[in-house]
């Protein structure tokens, strides 16, 4: 009864923070009815799998009483946690206490914009420093970028470091999170089996192995599927919360500092830049021995001639998908900074290099331009190719102004110097004055992800990318 009493009364303390945060937070509505209760003695605090919020009840009891406000910024913080899907992700990196502490910050970082006196807490200089610094280097704080930037030698953290940021920013606990838990190819299968915890129980302890280091808690299989199927869930709501945003109205918005920003920039899908150039392939007939077919006229020919003996020749022509004609335009304004285009470039040279993709002979604009165009390539083979990435000149940087290369691609279909055009590529931070009128060919603005852009104004007729 004791212990059925503890999880009645940490059910009701958590219950009461979700009332709390719903009445100044209604957008959060659906998220907050997604997470369920389950009292947890493995864990000294709070923590959530994206199932269940697992609870200590003599912790949350404590804030309940003592630190009410922080209750409810540890609920929301765990609620970001799951909207941003922090624990399907943290098993791709291997350092997880710098996965853990880049997760806390990213959330605490959007939580401090927030205007609302139920999670508010007083900012320490500490704080406000570090938030500053990393938003000055990263501009768009994401796990992804915060544990690139740390790994980096000249960011790492030193032991004393890593202990004061978390803890500056961690809240709750990270051990129900799907981890690096393969088993070693030399582990015998009969010991991984010593370490389960009984079938029925969802989790166990962390425990020490033999070289002293702490292992993350064995999660049931049967638990384990069911948060694995919870990520499509979460992926929807991120989905639907940042549309719920966007239609309160500029008043409500203010008040959640840049969540709306992050979630736009998460629930963006990127693309890979090869597998979106295969739309502009057309099927066409190119010199080189098919070994796949063979001459039908000259099967037919034995058959007729030798009775019973077909001749197989291979024809010496195949039908193949690749790019003929494409024009690739590069934003050169002062905005779109030189080593974002170069480095555009470099990976769109690469990708023309491969024969794999285009033609023998072949027809490439790269057409550089900021209000005009500056510069004009022409590539027909691989050798141009070669030429141009060999020595690559960027010229411009005024304002940016997307329509002369539109009008200049006009000209050269005009001119009859595109036979079938079927698509224009523009590298760009998305700055600029964009044309009116829709293209006769694919269009595609391509925005590199880890940058400031603007893609708002981009028109309906065209499509957005990013790499």
Known sequence: MKRQDLETTGREVLAASRTELYIDMRFFGAAL?????????????????????????????RLFVEEPGKLNRTYLHMLLHCIFRHMYTSAKYEDTRLYDL?????????????????????????????????EKELKVLTVERLYKFFSEKEHELDIYEMEKLEREFALDDHGFWLRLQDQKADEPEKDKDKEEPPIDQDYDSPFDNKDGKTTEKYINPRRL????????NWEKEAKRLQTEIETIGKQHSDRIG???????????????????LQRFKILREEGGIDLDSFDYGMYSFGLDYYGNMPLIEENEFREVKK??????????????KDELVQRFLNETAALLLSKDNFFQRINIRIIE?????????????????????????????????????FERVSELIAKKEFENLKG????????????????????????????????????????????
């Open 102 to 134: 880049c997760a806390d910050i990213v959330t605490e970082s959007i939580l401090d914009g927030f205007d609302y006196q139920c999670i508010y807490r007083v900012s320490s200089d500490y704080r406000d420093r570090w938030i500053t610094l990393l």
């Open 33 to 61: 009815n997604s997470l369920g209760y389950e009292l947890d003695l493995t864990t000294t605090t709070v923590g959530t799998d994206a199932v269940d919020i697992r609870f200590n009840p003599a912790y949350v009891a």
């Open 225 to 232: 599927q069911k948060i694995r199927h919870n990520e499509k």
């Open 323 to 336: 790019i003929q004609e494409l024009v690739i335009a590069i934003d050169t304004s002062a905005s779109c």
């Open 369 to 405: 331009c900021d209000d005009q165009v500056q510069r004009e390539e022409i590539i027909t083979s691989v050798e141009d190719m070669k030429k141009y990435a060999g020595g690559i000149h960027i010229e411009g940087g005024y304002g940016t102004d997307f329509r002369p290369v």
């Open 258 to 276: 840049k969540l709306s920003w992050i979630l736009k920039f998460e629930n963006t899908s990127r693309r890979d830049y090869r597998e979106f």
């Open 424 to 467: 224009l590529i523009y590298f760009t931070d998305g700055f600029g004055i964009y044309p009116d009128k829709p293209t006769t060919y694919d269009t595609a603005f391509v925005f590199p992800k880890d940058q400031d852009y603007d893609d708002e104004k981009v028109p309906d007729w065209a499509l957005k990318l990013y790499i």
